[in-house]
């Protein structure tokens, strides 16, 4: 759950996202320029925070006073080094921002920090990580609670969909470019996971709500409604307008469900909309497009 | 002679219990050092809403007596400690209260009267109490909003803590104790205190296992209204068990006793996860009405307009303690709400565009959905063809189901309400 230290929604005087080169970090970006924000994207490109000099370099470019929103990650981690790699960025930033105190940090982190079986999740399920991912984020939260002693929002987003994301995972994102291209569109088995999946520009309005009011908490960015891989595989195959197959391949894993209950985002932001599946699956394919 | 009985602390309880001992053709005394409220009291003036209430305290005339000076409890031969025993946030007692209420009754008492007290303490406390262990007991009360009277006059049984259950109750505390007809189990203060809380664990089990199905039914075209009938047919569940489906536990006293297990298992290393798993699946059920009214009216309708019955944490009850229409209005800030209580006036919201309803008809005029948060009595006999003309839109949610289904249905309105969701067999065929 999130309060709100805003009673009455403002930009403040500068956000600084850290990580903006990436897919959720360049959305993050766009919203808040669009919204009127004096907003400064980080890339590695200005800075590198594995570099040796990353927080010295990080420092450079912040104020005290800021908002800043951390995105940035070397993800998704998939071993230990990546794992390790993380939390060096992540201690290069709590170093800069012990120096500069942010006003407000938002740390854009994971539902891969609930256990597998955390049904329906909620802001309140156990952290019980089972991947390095999952990991890295619950240690990186615990890094910036402890040692950024400022209002902190963690956002938890499960997967997210959008135009432009590089990753290609399996899910909507996959699914609608293989139906585009005509190609057949595969499942892991028939498909029958289901799965909770959220808009790339939903992520980014509920990061800029959770600036406006000055949020500290935590939040998951979930729509609350879980479709399974093969009726998010159909939509694909609908909205491209071809014909391409759906093709379940042989089981590798048992079947999992991850279900949410978003009752902390009713209370939190009463009056936001997730975007659901198939309008954001069609509105990622007309950005792509343009 | 009938001994004289005692009430010290004329709260919801005190003057219950009061009143239902003068039924029973008991001299009562009821003692509170709120001189305004014993004004009032003494007046007939009562600051609690019961059934009967009135009826029986007219019926019981001068047989009871009430008193804002200690001494007034001076020639009682039992006297009852009926006092609120406060909790924090996390369902702690505050017990300071009490104790100083004890310790002054104490001194005033005759050297025979026994002190007995009723109020809600942790296992352990009246073992704790500086007062002649022979003449100390402590008495479960079955407290219930909106049926008090009912079960303070005619209780299933009256479970007595003593210090030593083998030794026969002072005379005069039998003789009050024998008037309810009822069995009388005197057994050991620590079990009578935690008997209190496995009462209370064993209807928050039932409720939790009803409202864990009830969803479930929801989702799957089953309907709980005929599996619960069956339950009760059930000799190892029974015709009174806690079936019915709501919003999760609320009232305070159900979570207080969560919270004093679960304390004392961490104290003592015992296993109680399954507490901790009642209280997730209550707080889970207490957002049921938000959850649907988003759903089915507010993310399709963002300009949409409430009314809401009812605000009183149940039916028959004047108190908003744990009120869930309170908590429900203070997430629906961005939306105009009506609300209609019979008893709570609309001021006990909290909310920047709320205005109070002179009836319930009136308050659902013009809305987009009506949520039916307190069962009123009342409520049922207003007619769904009716609502479907002042109305606006056509959804009621009804978590209780105080309105009948087939009813709300003809009148073309949409109904939700717990354990079933009426409709959805028929989209399962189709999907």
């Given at each position: ?290 | ?10 709260t919801h309880l005190?003057l219950v219990s009061?009143l239902a ?27 609690i809403s019961e059934p009967e209430l009135?009826?029986i ?84 009360e079955t407290l219930v909003f909106g049926v008090a009277i009912q079960r303070a006059l ?162 028959n009850t ?114």
């Open positions: 759950m999130l309060d709100h230290l805003n009673s009455v929604a403002a930009n403040p005087p500068r956000v600084v996202v850290i990580g903006a080169g990436g897919f959720v970090g360049g959305a993050i970006l766009t919203r808040l320029a669009q919204a009127g924000a004096n907003v400064v994207g980080l890339s590695r490109k200005q800075v590198d925070l594995l570099a040796e000099n990353g927080a010295a370099s990080l420092l450079d470019h912040l104020r005290e006073g800021d908002t800043v929103v951390f995105v940035s990650a070397v993800a998704p981690a998939r071993n230990s080094h990546q794992l390790i790699q993380n939390l060096q960025m992540a201690e290069a930033a709590c170093k800069a921002m012990s120096q500069k105190r942010p006003a407000h940090l938002i740390y854009v982190s994971s539902d891969a920090v609930y256990a597998d079986e955390a049904n329906p999740v909620t802001e309140r399920s156990v952290l019980q990580p089972s991947s390095f991912h999952g990991m890295m984020h619950a240690a990186r939260e615990l890094m910036f609670k402890a040692q950024v002693p400022v209002p902190l929002a963690i956002l938890r987003p499960t997967l997210i969909y959008g135009a432009r994301d590089p990753h290609n995972g399996y899910g909507p994102n996959r699914f609608r470019r293989q139906a585009a291209e005509g190609k057949d569109v595969g499942l892991f088995g028939e498909g029958e996971e289901q799965r909770d999946h959220v808009f790339i520009d939903d992520l980014a309005e509920i990061t800029r709500l959770a600036i406006v009011h000055k949020s500290r908490g935590i939040l998951n960015v979930a729509t609350g409604t879980s479709t399974s891989f093969r009726a998010a595989a159909k939509l694909a195959v609908v909205i491209s307008g071809n014909n391409s197959a759906i093709k379940g391949s042989p089981r590798q894993n048992p079947i999992s469900h991850r279900h949410f209950d978003i009752v902390d985002s009713l209370k939190s932001f009463p009056a936001f909309n997730y975007v659901p599946l198939r309008e954001g699956m069609q509105r990622a394919v007309q950005a792509e497009a343009s | 002679m009938k001994p004289v009985i005692g009430f010290a602390g004329l005190g009061a001992a003068a039924a029973k053709g008991f001299r009562v005394i009821g003692y509170d050092s709120d001189a305004a409220r014993v004004a009032e009291i003494s007046a007939r003036r009562f600051p009135g009826e305290a007219n019926n019981v005339g001068d047989l009871i007596s009430y008193s804002s000076g200690l001494s007034a409890l001076r020639d009682c031969h039992t006297v009852y400690i009926s006092t609120d025993v406060p909790t924090d946030d996390n369902g702690a007692s505050d017990l300071s209260g009490i104790g100083a209420l004890i310790e002054q009754v104490a001194v005033v008492l005759s050297p025979h009267a026994s002190l007995v007290i009723l109020c809600q303490v942790p296992p352990g406390y009246t073992r704790s109490v500086r007062f002649p262990a022979e003449r100390l007991f402590y008495q479960v005619q209780p299933e049984r009256l479970i007595i803590g003593c210090a030593e259950p083998t030794r026969a109750l002072p005379e005069p505390y039998q003789a009050f104790l024998s008037a309810f007809g009822c069995p009388i189990m005197p057994m050991r203060y620590e079990s009578a205190e935690l008997c209190k809380i496995s009462i209370n664990c064993c209807l928050v089990a039932s409720v939790t296992v009803a409202n864990t199905l009830a969803e479930l039914s929801e989702s799957i075209g089953a309907d709980w209204s005929e599996i619960a009938p069956a339950l009760r047919l059930d000799r190892r569940i029974g015709p009174y068990s806690y079936l019915k489906p709501g919003l999760g536990i609320a009232g305070g006293n159900l979570e207080r006793d969560i919270a004093t297990v679960l304390r004392l298992a961490e104290v003592q290393g015992t296993e109680a996860s399954l507490l901790n798993a009642f209280l997730i699946n209550s707080a889970h059920n207490r957002d049921w009405v938000l959850r649907i009214l988003h759903q089915e009216v507010l993310d399709l309708q963002p300009q949409a307009s409430l009314a809401v019955w009812g605000l009183a944490y149940k039916e004047h108190s908003t303690k744990n009120s869930q229409a309170l908590a429900l209005i203070a997430c629906l800030w961005p939306w105009p709400i009506r609300v209609f209580d019979p008893v709570v006036p609309a001021a006990a919201a909290a909310h920047p565009a709320l205005a109070g309803a002179r009836d319930a008809l009136d308050a659902a005029r013009g809305a987009d959905a009506l949520l039916i948060m307190t069962p009123w009595p009342d409520f049922k006999d207003i007619g769904p063809h009716d609502l479907s003309k002042v109305m606006k839109g056509d959804v009621i949610i009804d978590p209780y189901c105080v309105l009948t289904p087939a009813v709300v249905h003809a009148a073309g309105l949409r109904h939700f309400f717990r354990g079933a969701r009426h409709g959805l067999d028929r989209e399962l065929v189709n999907a």
